[in-house]
């Protein structure tokens, strides 16, 4: 939980990190759990997500004080927040239910894998493009075709 982006050893060694996170959001609960391993598990994400909050301002405030070079890209992301005009069209309701997806140790269906990796794939070119190289060409589409240029 100390450095779940895995920024520690980066930021020692490099002067230019690129921090990709897939990890999803906490949900709000209703109704939480009344059993104290519930309220536990409850305690433990509460925790590990003020953790990631916290690692994710950092980094982006060195990137912005220009103490490192980078970029950060993140499942939940909104790609016009990188406000590059040949972005891939990646719309905000289709990429929010991507986020959404659970993390697990099974398998995934195909298409939703594509999916995924699709999204992966646009949001780390808008960051890259936006933020490190910035002269790189768009491309045409994501991998599996999910995102396209407009």
Known sequence: MYDNLGLETA???????????????????????????????????????QVVSLRK???????????????????GSDIASYQLPNALVCPP??????????????STADPLQEQLIDWGYAVCDAGMRRRVVKDAPAPARSPYGTFKKS
Do not use: M
Not at 93 to 106: E, M, N, S
């Open 11 to 49: 930021w020692k060694h490099n002067k230019t990190v690129l921090v990709s996170d897939a990890g999803g959001a906490l949900l709000n609960e209703c109704d939480p759990a009344q059993d104290w391993l519930g309220q536990v598990d409850r305690i433990l994400n509460v925790t590990y997500r």
């Open 57 to 75: 301002r950092s980094v982006i405030q060195l990137f912005k004080l220009g103490v490192r070079d980078g970029a950060y890209w993140s499942i």
């Open 93 to 106: 309701d289709v990429t929010a239910q991507l986020a959404a997806t659970p993390t697990r140790l099974t």
